[in-house]
């Protein structure tokens, strides 16, 4: 069976939780660096995963409506712990390292990318990951790595792609059905995309609303 993942329309109800959840500022507890340090697990956790410089941290700044909360950078691998914004005190949003970034160092690199693996695969609050694709490049062997990393911590993940105002409709049509075939292979894919600019707002909304109903 093909299954069609169309892209999310939440309902009116869901986008005024959206709203109403996100009207909240949130605000930054803390950067993460071992399993160790993770903040008590009690509440709803979704986080944003993707290639270094996909748009995780400008993601979670128009999400939240603050500029600066997530520090986003043109030097890719600018986020390197496991950074934790509360939202209320009901969810936490986490911003993650990216991966697939070859120009640190390698030691450094193997460090973050093992904290990323063992936060994925044992998170028992992680309700939700998002994974950002750039709509400009379409899933790659490394998200397709990620992908099973969470189809085996039986995660669901959500694809939402990113920076979608850099390139025209119809080529963001053109990598949708690239991200479905590769998504269809995953039995942790959650069948609904998202499509985003972090930059023009579209699909914020859309995000915020499915956030507050997990
Ligand atoms: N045009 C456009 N640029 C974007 C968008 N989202 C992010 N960017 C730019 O892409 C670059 C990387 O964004 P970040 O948010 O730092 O990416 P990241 O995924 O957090 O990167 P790492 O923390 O290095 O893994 C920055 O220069 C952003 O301004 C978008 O929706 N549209
Ligand atoms: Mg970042």
Same mark, same amino acid.
Do not use: N, W
């Given at each position: 069976? /093909?299954? =069609?993942?169309?892209?999310?329309? =939440?309902?009116?109800? @869901?986008?005024?939780?959206?709203?109403?959840?996100?009207? *909240? +500022?949130?605000?930054? !507890?803390?950067g993460?660096?071992?399993?160790?340090?993770? +903040?008590?697990?009690?509440?709803?956790? !979704?986080?944003f @995963?993707g290639r270094s410089n996909v748009g995780k941290s400008s993601l979670i700044n128009a999400?939240? %409506?603050r500029r600066n909360l997530a520090r986003a950078s043109n030097t890719p691998g600018r986020t390197q712990e496991?950074n934790?914004?509360?939202?209320?005190?009901?969810?936490?949003?986490?911003d993650l390292p990216g991966?697939?970034f070859?120009n640190a160092? /390698?030691?450094?690199?193997? /460090?973050w990318? @093992?904290?990323? &693996? %063992?936060?994925?695969?044992? &998170?028992?609050?992680?309700?939700?990951?998002?994974?950002l694709?750039d %709509? &400009?490049?379409? %899933?790659?062997?490394?998200?397709?790595?990620?992908?099973?990393?969470?189809?085996?911590? @039986? *995660? +669901?993940?959500? #694809? *939402?792609?990113t920076k979608?105002? $850099? #390139?025209?409709?119809?080529?963001?049509?053109? !990598?949708?059905?690239? *991200? &479905?075939?590769?998504?269809?292979?995953?039995?942790?894919?959650?069948?609904?995309?998202?499509?985003?600019?972090s930059e $023009?707002?579209?699909?914020?909304?859309?995000?915020?609303? #499915?956030?507050?109903?997990?």
């Open positions: 069976m /093909k299954l =069609p993942f169309p892209v999310a329309a =939440p309902d009116d109800a @869901a986008r005024e939780a959206g709203t109403a959840l996100f009207r *909240v +500022p949130a605000e930054f !507890v803390k993460v660096v071992a399993m160790s340090g993770l +903040p008590p697990a009690d509440r709803v956790e !979704v986080c @995963a999400l939240t %409506a496991l934790f914004f509360a939202l209320s005190d009901s969810h936490y949003l986490v991966y697939g070859a160092p /390698k030691d450094v690199v193997a /460090k990318q @093992a904290l990323l &693996r %063992a936060y994925l695969g044992g &998170r028992t609050t992680l309700r939700r990951a998002f994974v694709i %709509a &400009r490049h379409g %899933a790659k062997p490394v998200d397709e790595e990620i992908f099973t990393l969470l189809d085996k911590a @039986a *995660v +669901p993940f959500q #694809i *939402v792609l979608a105002d $850099k #390139i025209k409709d119809s080529d963001v049509d053109a !990598v949708l059905d690239q *991200v &479905r075939d590769a998504a269809r292979r995953h039995p942790a894919a959650y069948p609904e995309l998202i499509v985003t600019s $023009k707002g579209r699909g914020i909304d859309d995000l915020r609303a #499915i956030i507050a109903t997990l």
